[in-house]
Nanobody
Framework: QVQLVESGGGRVQAGGSLRLSCAASGRSFSLYAMGWFRQAPGKEREFVAAISAGAGIRYSADSVKGRFTISRDNAKNTVYLQMNSLKPEDTAVYYC????????????????WGQGTQVTVSS
């Protein structure tokens, strides 16, 4: 059982940066792959980034590649999403997810989800 709580969202001007954190509680955090997804009003939830349990494999969506970086600190049971060069189209609720399956780019493959944190980027 894993419980996830996101933090670090807020309002920022285009070109600015934010760092999201996802604090996990529960057993065997280090065995879970972790992902970040986002959802804007009226749109489907979309993949942003994912990281394997051992942090050796990372994926990111084309829309954020080169701007966003996912990382994890298993000793702190925390996953991060560093977001740089933010654009208005990055505005969304960002969700942290944990899973034990291999399809890390697909939301349905994740077992646990946080409540989300709002990110708003002004033009």
């Amino acid at each position: 059982q894993v419980q996830l709580v996101e933090s670090g969202g807020g309002r920022v001007q285009a070109g600015g940066s934010l760092r999201l954190s996802c604090a996990a509680s529960g057993r065997s955090f280090s065995l879970y792959a972790m992902g970040w997804f986002r959802q804007a009003p009226g749109k489907e939830r979309e993949f942003v980034a994912a990281i394997s349990a051992g942090a050796g494999i990372r994926y990111s969506a084309d829309s954020v590649k080169g701007r966003f970086t996912i990382s994890r600190d298993n000793a702190k049971n925390t996953v991060y999403l560093q977001m740089n060069s933010l654009k208005p189209e990055d505005t969304a609720v960002y969700y942290c997810a944990a899973g034990r399956r291999s399809g890390l780019l697909v939301a349905s493959e994740y077992d646990y989800w946080g409540q989300g944190t709002q990110v708003t980027v002004s033009s």
